[in-house]
C-alpha cells in the first residue's frame, strides 16, 4: 500500500524566513502534485513535478522531486502572511485509474 | 466554463438519513473521484470512475454508493448516515493527469 507522509504537520513561521516542507512517499513514482488549502475552500493546485531532478518555481515557493529517494521537497522563501495555507503533496502510483494518494498536509501559519 | 460543480455545499443529516452529494464537470473528463477530508487530515479515496459506466472502489468505501450513468455525473450516494461519515467531501474530475477540484460539501451527521 502507497503511504505518502509530509512533516512537518504545523509550522509556525516568521515573516521574511526561510523553511521547507518535506513529502516522503513509500512506492515507485515519477509524478507528484502540490496542493493549496486555504481554510474552508477547495484544493488549488501548486505544482506538477513530472521526472527526476524536477523544479517548478512560483513567486517564493519553489518544488523539487527526487524520485530515487522518493522525495519531494517545498522551499519557502522570505515568507509572508498570504502564504499560510495547508500544503498537500499527492503521489502518482501510475496506475491506470490515475488515482492520486495524499499525505496529512501541512499547516502553515506565517506569523507578521 | 464551470469545471466541477458540486452540491449541496453544507448539508446537516440524522442518523439513519440517506442523501445524494451531487457531483458534474463540464470539461468532458473521463476520470472521476470522491475523497473525503476529515478535519486536520489528508484527503481519502471512497470511490473513483474512469469513465461513463465504471466505477471502483477507493480506501474507504464502506456506507457509499455511486453510479456514473453519463460522463458529466458522478453522484455520491448515503445510505443510512452515520456521526463517522461527518466530513468535507470532494469531488474531482481528471482527463488523463492532474485533478480539478469541486468546491466541497461539508455535511454533519447528528
Known amino acids: 500500500e502507497l503511504k505518502v507522509e509530509q512533516n512537518p504537520l504545523f509550522l509556525s513561521m516568521q515573516e521574511g524566513k526561510n523553511y521547507t516542507i518535506y513529502c516522503n512517499y513509500s512506492?515507485?513514482?515519477?509524478?507528484l502534485y502540490w496542493y493549496r488549502q486555504d481554510p474552508g475552500k477547495s484544493l488549488e493546485s501548486l505544482f506538477v513535478?513530472?521526472?527526476?531532478?524536477a523544479v517548478k518555481q512560483e513567486g517564493r515557493l519553489m518544488a523539487s522531486l527526487d524520485t530515487k529517494a522518493r522525495l519531494s521537497t517545498l522551499h519557502i522563501t522570505a515568507a509572508v502572511h498570504d502564504l499560510s495555507a495547508t500544503y498537500f503533496c499527492?503521489?502518482?502510483?501510475?496506475?491506470?485509474?490515475?488515482?492520486?494518494?495524499f499525505g496529512t498536509g501541512t499547516l502553515l501559519a506565517v506569523q507578521p | 466554463n464551470a469545471g466541477v460543480t458540486q452540491t449541496p455545499k453544507f448539508r446537516i443529516l440524522k442518523i439513519g438519513q440517506s442523501m445524494t452529494l451531487q457531483c458534474t464537470q463540464d470539461?468532458?473528463?473521463?476520470?472521476m473521484y470522491w475523497y473525503r477530508q476529515d478535519p486536520g487530515m489528508g484527503l481519502k479515496l471512497i470511490y473513483y470512475?474512469?469513465?461513463?459506466?465504471?466505477?471502483d472502489k477507493g480506501e474507504v468505501p464502506n456506507g457509499y454508493n455511486v453510479s456514473r450513468s453519463t460522463t458529466e455525473d458522478f453522484p455520491l450516494r448515503l445510505e443510512l448516515a452515520a456521526p463517522s461519515q461527518t466530513s468535507v467531501y470532494f469531488c474531482?474530475?481528471?482527463?488523463?493527469?492532474?485533478?480539478?477540484f469541486g468546491s466541497g460539501t461539508r455535511l454533519t451527521v447528528v
Open positions: 499527492a503521489v502518482d502510483p501510475g496506475e491506470a485509474t490515475n488515482k492520486l494518494i
Open positions: 470539461m468532458n473528463h473521463n476520470y
Open positions: 474531482a474530475s481528471s482527463p488523463t493527469r492532474g485533478y480539478t
Open positions: 513535478l513530472l521526472s527526476n531532478g
Open positions: 512506492t515507485t513514482s515519477d509524478r
Open positions: 470512475s474512469v469513465g461513463a459506466g465504471i466505477t
